[in-house]
C-alpha cells in the first residue's frame, strides 16, 4: 500500500512540476523580448517635444521592430495618445499593466488562453525625469501557445496513463493483499480451534512475510508449551495415582478382613505414610507451577553462608538417622542476588538428595567458594552415583533413576527440576558430575554482586 501512495504523490508532483517548468520557460524569455521593445519604443518617445496621435504615430512606424498584436502610449495620466487598433484612442485605459507602467515600474503579465498564450508588457516614457507617459504592448501568439498546449495535454496524458498504471497496480496489489491476509485469518480460526501445528505461507519479503513469520514461531512455542502441559498433566496423574492406588487397596483390606489389631495399625500407618508422599508430591507440584508461572519475586542482595547453615541444621537429623554426615566447608562468603526462598530450595534439595542416595557413613560435603565474577556452591556426597546416560534426564519432571528406590525414600523426581527452574531464573548455571558407585557433585554458579549487605 505505502508503494501506491508513494507512486501516486510522485505523479502528481511530476505532473506539477513539468507544468510549472513549461511555463516558467516561456515566461522567462518572453519576458525580456516584451520589456525590450517597450524600452525601444519609449527610448524614441521620450524624445519628442510635441505629444499627439501624429507625432507619436510617426516615431513608432518608423520601429520595424515593433510589430505587435497592440500597441497603446498614453501620457503619464492613462490618457491614450495611440492605439495601434485604434479601440481606446482618446480615453483613459486603465490596464492595470498601463498603471504599474505610469507608476514608474516595467510591468509584465501573461497568460494562456484558448490555445493561445496572450503576453503584455509596459514600461514608462521618462522624458527630462519624469514620467511623460507609458508604452503597452500586447502579444497574442498562437504558435506558442500551440507549442505549450501540446505540452500540457501530452503531460496530462502521461499523467493519465501513469495514474491508471498505479490504479490497475493498487487494484492487484490488493488483492494479492488480501489473499494473503485471509490466508493467516484462516490459520488463526484453525489454531482456535486447537491444532497448533497449523503454519501459514504468504511468501513475498514484506510486513506481511514478518507477520506470518511471527505467526509461525508464537505458534509453534504454542505448540511446544501445549505439548509440556499435556506430558505434564499426564505424570502428575500417574504420579499421583499410585500412591491413591496403594491407599485404595490398604482401606479394601482392612475392610475385607477380619485382622488382627497389629496388622490393622500397620496397614493404617501405611496408609498415612502414603498420604504423606501424596502431601509431598503436591507441595512440590505447587511449587514446581509457581516457578513455571510466576514473575520472580522481588530478588535481593543476600550473602550465602546463612541459607546454607539454616539448611544443614534442619537436615542433620536427617541424616543422622541415615549414618550421613554433613560437611560444611564453608570459607569466602559472596553475595548474590536472590531470594532467600529460592537459596534456601536449591541447597535444601541438594543436600536432601545427597542424603537420600548416599550409603551408611557416607557424607555430604557443601562447599561454598568464589571465582572473580561467579560463587560456586558445590554439593559433593559419596552416595551411589548416577550412571552416565541418565545425567541428561535427572533435572526432567519425575524422572527417577531409580523407581522403587525413589518410592522408598519418598522420591517423586521433582525437586531437581525445581532447583534447575529456579537457577536459571535466577541467571545461575547448575552442572553435575557423577561417578556411579563412588558419588555425586552437583555445582551451581551465580553472578556475584559485590555489595555490603547487613550480616544475618
Ligand atoms: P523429590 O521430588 O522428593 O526430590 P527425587 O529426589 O526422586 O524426588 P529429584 O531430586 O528430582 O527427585 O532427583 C531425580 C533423580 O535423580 C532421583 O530420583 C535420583 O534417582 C537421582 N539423583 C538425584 N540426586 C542424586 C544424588 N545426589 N545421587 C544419586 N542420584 C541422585
Ligand atoms: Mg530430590
Not at 313 to 318: A, D, E, S
Request: charged residues 25%; contains cysteine; glycine residues 6%.
Amino acid at each position: 500500500m505505502t508503494y501506491v501512495v508513494i507512486t501516486a504523490v510522485v505523479l502528481i508532483a511530476l505532473n506539477l512540476v513539468c507544468t510549472r517548468l513549461s511555463q516558467r520557460l516561456f515566461y522567462e524569455n518572453k519576458e525580456s523580448a516584451m520589456i525590450e521593445k517597450c524600452q525601444l519604443a519609449s527610448d524614441e518617445l521620450s524624445t519628442l517635444d510635441v505629444w499627439n496621435n501624429s507625432t507619436v504615430s510617426n516615431v513608432l512606424g518608423q520601429l520595424e521592430s515593433l510589430r505587435a498584436s497592440r500597441l497603446i502610449v498614453t501620457d503619464q495620466s492613462g490618457l491614450c495618445i495611440y492605439d495601434s487598433t485604434g479601440t481606446s484612442l482618446g480615453s483613459y485605459t486603465l490596464l492595470p499593466e498601463i498603471l504599474g507602467a505610469c507608476h514608474g515600474n516595467d510591468v509584465f503579465s501573461w497568460k494562456y488562453h484558448d490555445g493561445a498564450m496572450i503576453s503584455r508588457a509596459s514600461t514608462p516614457i521618462i522624458s527630462y525625469g519624469t514620467i511623460a507617459g507609458c508604452v503597452y504592448v500586447a502579444e497574442y501568439d498562437t504558435s506558442q501557445g500551440a507549442v505549450i498546449d501540446l505540452l500540457l495535454h501530452t503531460i496530462a496524458r502521461i499523467t493519465v496513463i501513469l495514474e491508471i498504471g498505479v490504479f490497475l497496480f493498487a487494484l492487484l496489489y490488493s488483492r494479492h493483499f488480501s489473499h494473503r491476509m485471509r490466508a493467516i485469518l484462516n490459520s488463526m480460526h484453525i489454531i482456535q480451534k486447537g491444532s497448533y501445528d497449523q503454519k501459514v505461507s504468504v511468501g513475498g519479503h514484506d510486513e506481511l512475510t514478518i507477520l506470518a513469520n511471527e505467526f509461525n514461531d508464537l505458534t509453534e512455542r504454542l505448540q511446544t508449551s501445549e505439548e509440556k502441559r499435556r506430558r505434564f498433566v499426564s505424570d502428575a496423574s500417574h504420579e499421583l495415582k499410585t500412591p491413591l492406588a496403594s491407599i485404595k487397596l490398604l482401606t479394601d483390606s482392612i475392610l475385607q478382613n477380619d485382622m488382627d489389631a497389629e496388622t490393622m495399625r500397620e496397614f493404617v500407618e501405611d496408609i498415612g505414610s502414603e498420604a504423606e508422599r501424596l502431601n509431598r508430591m503436591t507441595a512440590k507440584l505447587l511449587s514446581l507451577t509457581r516457578v513455571d508461572i510466576q514473575e520472580p519475586p522481588e530478588s535481593e542482595l543476600i550473602r550465602i553462608f546463612p541459607t546454607i547453615n539454616r539448611v544443614v541444621r534442619m537436615l542433620r537429623p536427617v541424616a543422622e538417622r541415615s549414618s550421613v554426615e554433613i560437611l560444611a566447608e564453608l570459607e569466602q562468603d559472596s553475595t548474590v542476588l536472590i531470594t532467600e526462598d529460592d537459596l534456601y530450595q536449591i541447597v535444601f534439595n541438594l543436600i536432601e538428595n545427597g542424603i537420600k542416595y548416599n550409603r551408611t557413613n557416607g557424607s555430604v560435603t557443601v562447599r561454598v567458594d568464589r571465582t572473580e565474577d561467579f560463587a560456586r556452591l558445590t554439593v559433593a556426597d559419596t552416595g551411589v552415583g548416577i550412571p552416565e546416560d541418565a545425567l541428561d534426564h535427572i533435572f526432567e519432571r519425575f524422572y527417577r533413576v531409580d523407581k522403587a528406590r525413589s518410592r522408598q525414600t519418598g522420591g517423586s523426581g521433582l525437586g531437581l527440576a525445581i532447583v534447575r527452574a529456579i537457577v536459571q531464573r535466577n541467571r545461575g548455571d547448575i552442572q553435575v558430575e557423577s561417578t556411579p558407585g563412588s558419588g555425586t557433585v552437583f555445582t551451581v554458579t551465580f553472578p556475584i554482586f559485590d555489595m555490603e549487605v547487613d550480616e544475618t
